[in-house]
């Protein structure tokens, strides 16, 4: 019984993490958002402005009966506003901490999956203003740097209870 051992060939099987974003973009920035809190993606949709509102809600729309509304992300980043926006406006509606919201971005590109390992921390010097809590981390990804955005945090405390104390009968009959 003097067989020799047979060795096998043992490679690693170990599968890389990865989180499967949403890219879209502001401009000329790359952005993510977590795929499970996109609840659809939509375009050409109407949006009715409301009074006293802050400056970076457009409005809202109606979505299949429910009245939502939608947040200019590029002024809610304060972002620069380009000489030419593009008529044909993207919304990403996500669900938010039971709240669902639409934000208007410039366009959306496909699914990305990205490794976790990849996600690093911002640098210390963008998160340093208590405004810049809503980036949750920064990757390399195909020769670019792609933000990834928390937007549990885009909105400010006082910011929500404002938006929350906005009555119905301010939005108008025709949505």
């Not at 952005?31 to 970076?56: C, K, M, N, Y």
């Not at 200019?72 to 938010?96: E, F, G, N, Y």
């Amino acid at each position: 019984m003097n067989e020799p051992f047979a060795q096998t060939n043992l490679e690693s099987t170990e599968t890389i993490a990865t989180k499967q974003l949403v890219g879209f973009f502001i401009g000329e920035e790359l952005f993510g958002v977590d795929i499970l809190t996109v609840q659809e993606i939509i375009r050409d949709t109407p949006i009715t402005p409301i009074p006293d509102a802050p400056d970076f809600l457009e409005g809202v729309i109606n979505l299949r009966g429910s009245i939502i509304p939608v947040i200019d992300l590029r002024k809610r980043l304060k972002l620069v506003q380009p000489v030419h926006l593009d008529p044909d406006v993207w919304i990403i509606i996500l669900t938010v901490e039971g709240r669902v919201t639409g934000f208007v971005v410039d366009r959306v590109t496909k699914v990305l999956n990205v490794p976790e390992n990849s996600i690093k921390p911002p640098p210390d010097i963008v998160v340093a203003g208590l405004k810049s809590q809503y980036i949750q981390g920064v990757c390399k990804l195909d020769q670019r740097l792609l933000i990834l955005l928390e937007f549990s945090r885009i909105l400010m405390v006082d910011e929500i209870k404002k938006l929350k104390s906005m009555k119905r009968s301010k939005v108008p009959a025709s949505i």
